[in-house]
């Protein structure tokens, strides 16, 4: 440890963590120890780019608080997000894959009955959403709780308008419905469309710098729990969107892509008349279940 | 782009960068994506790791502030910082080897003539140091300016003792001296003494976790500036020291330790009666030639 240079120094890391009680944690500082090193060799990294770098998660962190995470931001633009996601719900052939959560969820949304109005003022075209809870072998799924989120007709989620007194507590495009003894649920709510991720902050300056542009495309978001199964935790993508190739996140998988069907005005799937055109959407989702072999 | 798993979820993002006009900031992001899945996929990161790993990195941008710096802190116990500065300053044989800048550095520390006592009441036993300033071919560099600067008896450096608005903009133990016509230069300051980094953070906890302590061996800091010259960044580690093979920064170099040498009371090497103990420190310092071949 006293011939510290540019070739021993990993080794000298990698020693000093000999009396770690914790295997796991030293198996993982071990490799990110081996891999960070090996970046920084392999670009030959100067002095004025590492404090580049310290400057810029300094930045990250700063902007970083109660409502905006820019570290998950960070994470999900650079694909992390998604692969982390991916290798940890490996399932059976035939259940709903999942894909990243996103940093819009949010705890305690409004419970609906099925057929009920989730956008509760939030703006957009009339959507109607139906389907079926399952497992793997096609038997219903009753009770599943059935989370619900996504962005309104300015691509804003109801967390990120800016919040006026009145409108603190308001839950807008999101909601939580069961599904029924068939495991069928039905609800309405507005047309799902694209929008960027924020990109006010270093992650935006850093994907512009890339030639990377900031854009999602048009989804909703479900959290699907059931006892029995794994959690499921997914997004429905929108058939046709101009960035399903090129998602600012990587969360797009072709299984999760549907059609949402434009409906001239008339008679609604709940059997009300609407005066302006709308959409229906019609999606299954398949449960894992809990401790089955992946 | 819509076949996201795993597998092809790095082919993505590096694809993503097609459009990036800045050549090196390509390569680097492209080889920083490659690694970090790697390790992602090496150690099979689950979901929960994941959001530990971003609740870490939140609390480090939270605690950074502009008197600490926390992501270098994480960057110097990790062995990157150390990692940077050697491969950035490889030098002929013969040169004063660079070593890690730290984050106690401050610009406008005050100037002192050669003799002068730069430790401006910070505590410690009286220390007495002199050297040379040199090129590689032996040649004195008049003239070179010598920013020195070291933590007090009890580990603090100025910066870190809570500032008292009387003290608010004294610098103590930290100065600039100029190299005479003959390379050398002589100052009184006080013993270095170890010191741990600080641990009160979220890196304090990481070395926790790790079975690693806080501790730095006494230094000196360095940084010598001269025309026609590279800037030497360096430290003179304290011979003997418990800490010399478990610096938690990783800075030590052997040809950077030097014996400070006891004396009983009596007459200083510059003259004065001292009525304690006292220490000399001898160290010459030699600069590599600006454009020399590395």
Chains 1, 2 share one sequence.
């Not at 400057?55 to 960070?74: A, M, N, S, Y």
């Not at 959690?231 to 996140?249: E, K, M, P």
């Not at 434009?262 to 609407?274: L, S």
Request: aromatic residues 10%.
């Amino acid at each position: 440890m006293r011939n510290i240079n540019e070739d021993t120094i990993t080794q000298a890391v990698l020693a000093s963590m000999d009396g770690c009680g914790d295997k796991r944690l030293r198996t993982i500082m071990t490799s990110l120890v081996e891999h960070l090193h090996s970046f920084a060799r392999e670009v030959k990294l100067t002095e004025d780019e590492w404090f580049q770098a310290i400057k810029f998660l300094t930045e990250v962190g700063h902007i970083t608080d109660d409502k905006r995470q820019e570290f998950i931001l960070l994470s999900d633009t650079l694909g992390l997000s998604m692969l982390v996601t991916a290798q940890s719900n490996t399932k059976p052939a035939g259940c709903t894959e999942s894909t990243v959560f996103g940093p819009f969820f949010v705890e305690g949304a409004p419970e609906y009955d099925n057929g009920e109005d989730i956008s509760n003022g939030a703006k957009g075209e009339p959507c109607f959403v139906q389907g079926q809870v399952r497992g793997n072998d096609g038997e219903p799924i009753p009770g599943a709780m059935i989370d619900v989120w996504q962005s309104d007709e300015n691509g804003f989620y109801d967390v990120q308008v800016p919040a006026k007194s009145a409108d603190l507590h308001e839950h807008r495009a999101r909601g939580k419905l069961r599904s029924g003894a068939d495991g069928r649920f039905h609800f309405r709510s507005i047309l799902a469309q694209p929008y960027p991720i924020p990109h006010d902050g270093p992650v935006g300056r850093m994907l512009e710098a890339l030639g990377r542009h900031p854009w999602r495309p048009a989804h909703l978001h479900f959290m699907i729990q059931a006892p029995g199964f794994e959690t499921l935790i997914t997004h429905v993508f929108r058939n046709g969107d101009r960035y399903l190739d090129s998602d600012a996140v990587f969360g797009v998988r072709s299984t999760l892509i549907a059609d949402w069907v434009r409906h001239k005005a008339g008679t609604a799937p709940d059997g009300t008349r609407i005066a302006v055109p709308f959409y229906t959407l019609d999606f299954d989702f398949v449960l894992n279940p809990a401790g089955a072999a992946r």
